[in-house]
Structures are given as C-alpha cells and as structure tokens.
C-alpha cells in the first residue's frame, strides 16, 4: 500500500467520522494490515520515532510533543491503536498482544525497521509487549505513568487499579469524561480540551471497545507483572520510565523501592519524575515530557 498518497488523500479532517479535532502540521493516513484498517497521524522527517496513546485516549494525545520531536529532526508516527480513536477491525475483540502484532505489521508497511518509542499508559503495555518480543525493532524507550514489567509488586500499588472495576461496569453508552479529572490531572483540562479526546465517543465501536480492552489486555497482563514473567527476561532497549509527581500510587519513594534491581532485568534502566505532573502526564506537563524524550532519544539511541 502506497502509505503516503493514503495520507494525502485523507489528509483534510472533516474527511472523518466524527471530524478529528484540530492539530497543525500533521499528515493523516488509513493504513491497512490484516484485519485492520489503522488512522496514522504523523509529521516530520529524520529518524522515525513511534507514539503510544493510553487509555482512554488516541493520537491526539501527543498534539504538542509530536510537533516538538518533528522540529529537532524526528519522523513521528502517531497511531490509533486497536480499539481507539478512528481506527477499524474486522474483528471486535482484543487479544492480549493483538497490538503489539498491529503494530509490526504497522511498521513493515510504514518501511520502518526501528524506532524510538515513547508510551502512555495502556500504550505502554504493548510498547513492553514490543520491547521484549523484538528489540531489535525499539531503538530506545520513553514509558510514561507505567512502571517497568520487572517490577517487584506491592500492595501499595492497589489504588492504581481502583479505575479498573468501574470502566467494566459501566455501561457502553456512559462518556469516560470522569477520567480526565483529579487525581489523574494537576491541571483541569478545558473544553475543547475534553471534546478534542471524547468527540470519538460518537464512534459506537468505541463504547464496546473498553470492556474488550479490558478482559482482552489488562486481565491477562496482570499475572505478568505480578508474577515472574517479566523477571525471567531481559529488557534489552535502553528504558527511561517517568511519573509525574502527583501521580500518587506512584511516589517516588515506593517506584525506587520496586526497580531497585533493575541491573538485573534491564540493560540500561532509569527513572524520572515529573513536577506539577499526575498520571496524563503529556497534558499537565508536555514541555518536561518533551524534554525528558529528546534527551532519552539523543543520549541513548543515537545512530551507531
């Protein structure tokens, strides 16, 4: 599939349903693979760099920080990943690691063999999933609001989880505004801030997706992260993990305490947090995120 007359041939927003909201300089794109049809944002060239969207967002997460990679020389690749945003499957259901599997076939099409990666939460998962199945593919890691899958699990991590039983309770048709408030934000997000993240909630395969996600990718990730799965491997990309301070299951304290035999598990391995920062890290503090990323990219996945 010729990637880039796709994108130009949709690359006029009001083109989608509903409209995409508002982002200068991108490209957009439907890019097919087996069973999928993908909404790919992107922009820039150089070094292709890869974005993870979380939970319950899309490619729009990344307005701000994808402009910012593009401007120091980075192609950056903005999918909607299964399930989210204005991507479509045959398929409603999602596997465990069909995200992962989307997105080699993803990157087999775009012509990309490697990329710096950065993630967000649920995007995180599959940027672990991709990271330990085919290393050679992740040139370097920027995982955000997730710690590592090495870590020592504790119980003071149960708050983290306490989004978990009402997102399968609720009902498809009930909008996830109540996501976007304290205690995942510092700063209350506006408006068009909201409409530009929820607007897709007009999609009815969006509604049914979130029970699918989570029976799909969560329930099976848990085992692994509490078990040993992830302990009996080795992470081979260089991982920078960041938190945002306020993002309180997740004190600094406690995130030490649980990575501290990361030389174990991990080549190269640090942590960061983020002042004035909870869990949508990218929408309280876009600037340090932008920062933290370029350094990561520059110092530890250089060309060599």
């Known amino acids: 599939m010729d990637a880039s007359r796709v994108g130009e041939q949709f690359a006029e927003t009001a083109y989608w349903t509903p409209p995409l909201p508002e982002a200068r300089g991108f490209e957009h794109a439907v890019i097919e693979t087996p069973g999928l049809r993908s909404h790919v944002a992107s922009i820039g060239k150089g070094p292709p760099v890869l974005l993870l969207h979380g939970f319950p967002q899309h490619w729009w997460q990344w307005r701000e920080i994808a402009p910012a990679l593009a401007q120091r020389g980075y192609r950056v690749i903005c999918p909607d990943l299964r399930g989210a945003g204005w991507t479509s499957a045959e398929d409603p259901r999602i596997r465990h690691e069909a995200r992962m599997h989307d997105l080699t076939a993803l990157l087999d099409v775009l012509g990309v ?12 998962i599959t940027g672990m999933h991709l990271a330990y199945s085919y290393p050679e593919r992740v040139r370097s890691l920027v995982q955000l609001s997730v710690p590592p899958g090495f870590l020592r699990f504790t119980p003071k991590m149960m708050p983290a989880f306490s989004h978990y039983p009402p997102l399968i309770l609720r009902s498809p048709t009930r909008s996830l505004r109540w996501l976007f408030a304290p205690p995942y934000i510092t700063r209350p997000m506006s408006e068009t801030t909201l409409d530009g993240y929820l ?11 979130t029970r699918a996600v989570m029976f799909g990718m969560i329930t099976p990730e848990i085992p692994r992260l509490v078990g040993t799965h992830y302990k009996k491997r080795r992470l081979q990309p260089p991982t920078l993990v960041a938190f945002g301070r306020h993002d309180h299951p997740f004190a600094e304290p406690m995130v030490r305490r649980m990575c501290r035999d990361h030389a174990r598990h991990a080549d190269r391995f640090q942590l ?9 890290v990218t929408d309280d503090a876009p600037d340090a995120v932008i920062a933290l990323a370029l350094d990561w990219f520059e110092r530890e996945g250089a060309e060599g």
Do not use: S
């Open 113 to 124: 063999d490697r990329a710096h990666l950065m993630t967000h939460d649920l995007g995180a």
């Open 199 to 209: 607007r897709v909630e007009q999609r009815p395969e969006i509604g049914r997706a």
């Open 272 to 280: 960061a947090f983020i002042d004035g920062a909870a869990h949508f």
